[in-house]
């Protein structure tokens, strides 16, 4: 209802919120985004589903079981780089101790050049660093995510937080042999998060990440917007946004 969208503006608690940057590698043009980035199969889900949408939200479940029905799966490389630190869940209020805290000031968000972990002396080309993992795989999955759910029945990344200066990255490989049925019983899980704790699932807090498809097709779904496949890069901003809550 209105008065539940109404009465955080009354009330007036913001706190800052992450943003992130994400560059297409192919034409170096750079985006902000403050939600999610997803590829394989939940991008598919998306995108696929573009044409059924006369039929509301069922067009998401339909298309997702058509996809577990085909599970296709996306050759590339992926680097990130980690944060370790234990996962609890953000109560997206005051005293989260991972988010920053309410009136704290950073400087990114009265910046117009923001800094970037990936740049590099003029003519040199970005090395990555020891500290960086990679995987090169066939991805049945992929999400990079700031929020929580991408959708109201959707738990994608249950321990992201507003301001921690991390993105909830979530994989799947194809090597991991998961089944047509595991992969249902896990989708079933999503609602509350609870897939995230299955071993064949990678669930990682990263500052940074770069990607590199092999395959010559392929779906990039940038905060609810299709972007034109190719190798791409995202990067953290802490506390560059403001919300109101």
Same mark, same amino acid.
């Given at each position: 209802?209105?008065?539940?969208?109404?009465?955080?503006?009354?009330?007036?608690?913001?706190?800052?919120?992450?943003?992130?940057?994400?560059?297409?590698?192919?034409?170096?043009?750079?985006? @902000?985004?403050?939600?999610?980035?997803?590829?394989?199969?939940?991008?598919?889900?998306? @995108?696929?589903?573009?044409?059924? +949408?006369?039929? *509301?939200?069922? +067009?998401?479940?339909?298309?997702?079981?058509?996809?577990?029905?085909?599970?296709?799966?996306?050759? *590339?490389?992926?680097?990130?780089?980690?944060?370790?630190? /234990?996962?609890?869940?953000?109560?997206? %209020?005051?005293?989260?101790?991972?988010?920053?805290?309410?009136?704290?000031?950073?400087?990114?968000?009265?910046?117009?050049?923001?800094?970037?972990?990936?740049?590099?002396?003029?003519?040199?080309?970005?090395?990555?660093?020891?500290?960086? %993992?990679v995987v090169e795989d066939e991805f049945v999955y992929l999400l990079a995510?700031?929020?929580?759910?991408?959708?109201? *029945?959707?738990?994608?990344?249950?321990?992201?937080?507003?301001?921690?200066?991390?993105?909830?990255?979530?994989?799947?490989?194809?090597?991991?042999?998961?089944?047509?049925?595991?992969?249902?019983?896990?989708?079933?899980?999503? %609602?509350?998060?609870?897939?995230?704790?299955?071993? +064949?699932?990678?669930?990682r807090k990263v500052r940074a990440l770069r990607y590199t498809p092999k395959?010559? %097709? *392929?779906?990039?779904?940038?905060? /609810?917007?299709?972007?034109?496949?190719?190798?791409?890069?995202?990067?953290?901003?802490?506390?560059?946004?403001?919300?109101?809550?």
């Open positions: 209802p209105a008065w539940a969208a109404a009465w955080p503006l009354v009330r007036g608690h913001g706190r800052p919120a992450d943003g992130f940057s994400y560059w297409d590698r192919a034409t170096g043009e750079r985006q @902000i985004a403050m939600l999610s980035l997803t590829h394989a199969m939940i991008a598919d889900v998306d @995108i696929l589903s573009e044409g059924w +949408r006369w039929m *509301g939200d069922t +067009r998401f479940v339909l298309q997702t079981l058509v996809q577990l029905a085909r599970l296709p799966s996306y050759s *590339g490389k992926l680097e990130y780089l980690p944060v370790e630190r /234990g996962l609890a869940r953000c109560p997206k %209020e005051r005293s989260c101790p991972h988010c920053l805290a309410p009136g704290a000031e950073d400087p990114l968000r009265e910046a117009t050049d923001l800094p970037s972990i990936f740049a590099t002396e003029a003519g040199k080309v970005w090395t990555r660093p020891d500290d960086w %993992e995510s700031k929020s929580t759910n991408l959708d109201a *029945g959707t738990c994608c990344s249950p321990y992201a937080c507003l301001s921690d200066g991390c993105l909830d990255l979530t994989f799947v490989e194809k090597s991991k042999k998961m089944s047509r049925w595991d992969s249902l019983m896990t989708f079933l899980k999503i %609602e509350t998060g609870d897939h995230v704790h299955d071993p +064949r699932i990678t669930y395959t010559a %097709e *392929g779906i990039v779904v940038l905060d /609810g917007e299709r972007q034109s496949f190719g190798p791409f890069q995202l990067e953290v901003h802490t506390g560059l946004l403001g919300v109101v809550l």
